[in-house]
Structure formats: C-alpha cells, structure tokens
C-alpha cells in the first residue's frame, strides 16, 4: 500500500466523524449568577451580560475600587463594552466595589 493510499484512507477515516448524528437531544446545564440588588445593579448587568456570564464577575473575588475600576477600562479599551461616558463608568465601578469589593480603594 502506498503512502498516498494510506493517506487517503486516514483522511476518509477521520472525516466520518464530520457526518455522524444523534437522535438523542443534548441538554446544556443553565448556571444561573445571580447578582446582589444595588443601585447600579440593572446598568451593571446591561453593560457587562452582554458579552459574559456574571461568573466572571464573581470569579474574581473581593477585589479594592482600583482593581474594579481597571476591569471596566480593560473592558471597553480591549473588548469594547458598551460604557460610553465617565458616568457609566463610575456606576458600574461604584456597584461593583460595594457588592464585590473588599474595603479597599488601592
């Protein structure tokens, strides 16, 4: 056998898998983060939910306000959330440090 003949059977072995189908539904596990009630909590949530999960959020522990503040930077610069003035900015920075924050400011 040749080793283009070998080729061609792996790769018409390998691509069967492209075409195979289940009759049985697939469930995906809904895991809900519910977030603590504040003001700025329905901005947060808009701003943020939008591209992730409020896992995320929780994910990263009790952080100071600096931190929160440097995640919704990175947020917008990099990924483009949809925080456009200052204002939106310090609300969702402010509800985030007082529900998720530990104390600190730096």
């Not at 929160?68 to 917008?76: A, D, G, N, P, S």
Request: aromatic letters at 12%; one cysteine or more.
């Amino acid at each position: 056998m040749t080793s283009l003949t070998k080729s061609i059977l792996i790769l018409l072995f390998m691509s069967t898998t492209l075409f195979a189908e289940s009759d049985s539904g697939i469930t995906i596990p809904y895991v809900d983060f519910p977030m603590k009630e504040g003001k700025g909590m329905y901005s947060t949530k808009g701003k943020c939910n939008m591209c992730h999960s409020f896992g995320y959020v929780i994910n990263q522990g009790l952080q100071s306000k600096k931190f929160w503040r440097e995640k919704v930077i990175k947020m917008i610069v990099i990924f483009k959330a949809p925080i456009k003035s200052e204002e939106d900015i310090e609300t969702v920075t402010n509800y985030l440090f007082e529900h998720y924050g530990n104390g600190e400011l730096e």
